[in-house]
């Protein structure tokens, strides 16, 4: 049978449902980008006598997360991609995971450090503090960057072929654990400068990981479509269920695991590249069997040299 045409009104309509799909994941994305602007504000209102303001950034950076994690899937799904679409997303990841974090972290960390201390030591923590949060925003600027021109990049620990990793931490998650880390804290700052240079040598090492090579956990193989999600919908529950209820140290947990699983796993692939190497090594001069050829009943005795060179 013949598919009957449609009548120009009919596609008028279908042409503006089509152009109304692709503005969903943008609304998301829109969504993604006030959750950074509000977390930033935030940051600006926190103090040492207002701590709740710097949870409130933290726990907005928190809430963008899924965010930025539905507006691609719900691109793909509608099959709505787009190159506004990519660029807008990238931006909108500079801003939330990139320019809030790094100032939740410096304002937090650093910036609201007791005044009473060493005002020269104060003073150097401060700068160097605001120095290694500016790295965090740089590494993930070019995470974002390398991740937006790369083609079936690969890590330089390769996992499981049958599953798909990122090359080098995600910025979502990186700034996932800056904001767990205040989350858990309940927003009050840093007391002293002990905690600070902990949490500086924390905030450098999740930026190198962001423009590292090594594998991370994409969770792309999870199929929310599959035909007996049961078993997902209970674990679903319960991990809401816990996050609601114990958010301070489920997300504290959710973020340190993630992160140092990629470490993990380029420790434990080191580990067998150089297991394996050693096995592979050919005997060595003690342990090897000499031939026949250069047995000692063979080899032919030298006569000591008697006078200086040159002479017999």
């Known amino acids: 049978m013949k598919r009957e045409a449609l009548r120009?009104?009919?596609?008028?309509?279908?042409?503006?449902?089509?152009?109304?799909?692709?503005?969903?994941?943008?609304?998301?994305?829109?969504?993604?980008?006030?959750?950074?602007?509000?977390?930033?504000?935030?940051?600006?209102?926190?103090?040492?006598?207002?701590?709740?303001?710097?949870?409130?950034?933290?726990?907005?950076?928190?809430?963008?997360?899924?965010?930025?994690?539905?507006?691609?899937?719900?691109?793909?799904?509608?099959?709505?991609?787009?190159?506004?679409?990519?660029?807008?997303?990238?931006?909108?990841?500079v801003i939330t995971f990139g320019m809030a974090p790094s100032i939740l972290a410096f304002t937090w960390g650093f910036h609201m450090l007791p005044t009473a201390m060493d005002p020269s030591l104060r003073q150097k923590i401060v700068q160097l503090g605001a120095f290694v949060c500016f790295l965090f925003l740089l590494c993930g600027a070019a995470r974002l960057a390398r991740f937006n021109i790369s083609v079936n990049l690969l890590p330089k620990n390769p996992g499981r072929p049958d599953r798909k990793y990122f090359v080098g931490m995600p910025i979502p998650a990186a700034a996932g654990v800056i904001a767990a880390v205040v989350h858990f804290f309940s927003g009050t700052p840093v007391p002293n400068y002990r905690v600070a240079i902990m949490w500086m040598i924390l905030v450098l090492l999740t930026g190198l990981l962001m423009v590292?090579?090594?594998r991370f956990w994409s969770g792309k193989e999870i199929n929310l479509a599959d035909r007996h999600p049961f078993q997902r919908i209970v674990l679903l529950g319960l991990g809401i269920y816990a996050i609601v209820f114990f958010s301070q140290v489920v997300l504290a947990l959710i973020a340190f695991f993630y992160m140092f699983s990629g470490i993990f796993a380029r420790a434990a692939y080191s580990w067998r590249r150089r297991h394996k190497a050693a096995h592979r090594q050919p005997p060595t001069a003690e342990g090897a069997v000499l031939s026949e050829a250069s047995s000692p009943s063979n080899v032919a005795p030298i006569a000591p040299s008697i006078g200086p060179p040159g002479h017999p």
């Open 8 to 93: 120009p009104t009919d596609r008028k309509k279908r042409g503006r449902l089509r152009r109304g799909m692709y503005i969903v994941p943008s609304l998301f994305t829109s969504g993604n980008i006030a959750a950074g602007y509000f977390a930033i504000t935030q940051c600006f209102q926190g103090s040492v006598q207002e701590p709740r303001h710097f949870d409130y950034a933290a726990m907005a950076i928190g809430f963008a997360i899924p965010f930025d994690a539905l507006d691609g899937r719900i691109a793909r799904m509608t099959k709505t991609t787009s190159d506004f679409g990519k660029e807008l997303d990238s931006l909108a990841d």
């Open 212 to 214: 590292s090579t090594w």
